[in-house]
C-alpha cells in the first residue's frame, strides 16, 4: 500500500522557517522523482518544488519559493524534505508531498503574526 505523510506544519511568525516532512511507504521511493504542491485557502493548487531521483543537481522551484525554500530528499529513509526559511503570509497555505504513484493529505503551514 502505497503512503506519504506530511509533518512538520504549524504556526509560525513571518520571516520564520518551518522543516517539512515526508514518509513514503510502499513503493520505491529512489525510483521516483518527488513534488511539494501547496493550495491556499481559496485558491487552486499551486506547485511548489521538484526534486530528481538522486536529489543532486535537479531540482526547481516556483519563482514565489525561489531563493527561500529548499526540497531535499534521503533515499535512505523514504523520506522527503521541504526547508523553508524566510516565510511570509502569503505561503500560509495546506502543503502536500506526491510522486507520480500518489499524493500525501497534507500539512497545515500558517504564518501569521
Known amino acids: 500500500q502505497v503512503q506519504l505523510v506530511e509533518s512538520g506544519g504549524g504556526l509560525v511568525q513571518p520571516g520564520g522557517s518551518l522543516r517539512l516532512s515526508c514518509a513514503t511507504s510502499?513503493?520505491?521511493?529512489?525510483?521516483?522523482?518527488m513534488y511539494w504542491f501547496r493550495q491556499a485557502p481559496g485558491k487552486g493548487l499551486e506547485w511548489v518544488s521538484t526534486?530528481?531521483?538522486?536529489?543532486?543537481?535537479?531540482?526547481t522551484y516556483a519563482d514565489s519559493v525561489r531563493g527561500r525554500f529548499t526540497i531535499s530528499r534521503d533515499n535512505a529513509k523514504n523520506t522527503l524534505y521541504l526547508q523553508m526559511n524566510s516565510l511570509k503570509p502569503e505561503d500560509t497555505a495546506l502543503y502536500y508531498c506526491?510522486?507520480?504513484?500518489?499524493w500525501g493529505q497534507g500539512t497545515q503551514v500558517t504564518v501569521s503574526s
Open positions: 526534486i530528481n531521483t538522486s536529489g543532486g543537481a535537479s531540482t
Open positions: 510502499g513503493f520505491t521511493f529512489s525510483s521516483y522523482w
Open positions: 506526491a510522486s507520480r504513484v500518489d
